[in-house]
């Protein structure tokens, strides 16, 4: 996606490639095949339709916590069909779902809600944040924003050791207004390193509007002062958010230092269930955004082109919710972690006190379950 001159587009504008109807703009084009635009659709629907099932779980007071995403699943999909599976990826609160779409097993992604046996972090993480090494995707953490310069720092590693490793940090709008991402943003063009830096722009820092946290014209222009690219783009387009991110990406790799994407979109749901954003927005601002959901937008567009009917869309529901309840059945039955696990992922080699620590815990069986 490339503006006059052959340059990334420019930073105040916004661009898309499918209207709020899934209609192809003006002057747009799709490239993408069939088969990467229909999976790109089902990433999405299966995320929906995921995280709906999470928060019936915890209403019921089967897992304590979840954080959603419903609104914003345009980002992080069109991210893990844009990179490469040698990349990395830092995460926030909503983009763990890249993890599926790269091929990470949906009933460890579940286990580590639940935190028992199943879960490769061996419950030893807050609920929602999933990572794993295996699809090279980086735990995330709470505090607003440490994930940015983490990022950077990876990607300044790559370049050191003249790997072809490309790093995507992201953070929502209230993190660009903590010191973590001006450090981050400044050593990331100081150094030209290949990263791509990704804010998801859903215009409410929990409860806090954009408008009360930043007086920029708009996040993407942030990125001038620093010295490097900054797009904006409908982050309710999965098309325009893959072109996008993919020509980030490209950018990075080919050595051209990193660029700023501020993705706009909206959080339709609450920014966790521990939240009632009732008190702090209008049902008004979340039904109109609602008309410009991402997956029913991609859908639109696929029905009216031929890639999807009706009979494929319910196809696929029927197999997603097969595969969810088939992978809730297998995580719920799940016993915790063995108590030995505590001692590990600590030292390369047990130290003489900790093993003789492990040798007393064994001599005593596990406590009674109250499960």
Avoid at 81 to 97: G, H, I, K, Q
Avoid at 247 to 268: K, L, N, S
Avoid at 320 to 336: K, N, T
């Amino acid at each position: 996606m490339t503006g006059d001159g052959g340059q990334l587009a420019r930073d105040t504008d916004l661009y898309q490639v499918l209207d709020e109807v899934g209609r192809v703009l003006a002057g747009r084009d799709v490239a993408l095949p069939p088969d990467v635009l229909l999976a790109m659709y089902r990433q999405m629907r299966r995320l929906r339709v995921m995280e709906v099932r999470m928060v019936a779980l915890q209403r019921q007071g089967r897992i304590g916590f979840y954080g959603t995403c419903t609104g914003q699943e345009a980002p992080p999909i069109a991210t893990a069909f844009a990179t490469e599976a040698r990349d990395w990826v830092f995460p926030a609160l909503r983009e763990s779902a890249i993890m599926l779409a790269r091929g990470f097993p949906l009933t460890q992604y579940l286990a580590q809600v639940f935190g028992n046996s199943l879960d490769v972090l061996k419950g030893r993480q807050m609920p929602s944040h999933m990572s794993g090494r295996s699809v090279n995707q980086v735990s995330w953490s709470s505090c607003i924003g440490p994930q940015i310069p983490q990022a950077v720092g990876a990607a300044w590693a790559a370049k050191m050791k003249r790997e072809p490793v490309v790093t995507v940090g992201f953070m929502g709008d209230g993190a660009t207004s903590q010191p973590d991402f001006h450090n981050a943003l400044n050593f990331a063009a100081v150094f030209r390193v290949p990263c791509v830096l990704v804010c998801q722009n859903n215009g409410w820092s929990i409860s806090v509007p954009t408008a009360r946290q930043t007086a920029s014209e708009t996040i993407a222009v942030k990125a001038r002062a620093y010295g490097m690219p900054g797009v904006r783009v409908d982050g309710n387009d999965v098309v325009a958010c893959h072109e996008v991110i993919a020509e980030a990406v490209a950018r990075a790799r080919r050595g051209d230092g990193p660029t700023f994407v501020e993705c706009v979109t909206y959080r339709i749901g609450a920014h966790s269930t521990s939240d009632d954003p009732t008190r702090y927005r209008s049902e008004e601002e979340v039904r109109a955004w609602a008309q410009k959901d991402p997956v029913e937008r991609l859908q639109k567009y696929l029905l009216s082109v031929g890639i999807l009917d009706e009979a494929l869309e319910a196809t696929i529901d029927a197999e997603l919710g097969d595969e969810i309840s088939r992978a809730v059945r297998e995580v719920e039955q799940a016993g915790p972690p063995a108590r030995e696990t505590l001692f590990e992922d600590v030292y390369a080699s047990l130290p003489w006190h900790l093993q003789e620590q492990l040798t007393e815990l064994r001599k005593h069986p596990p406590a009674p379950s109250h499960s």
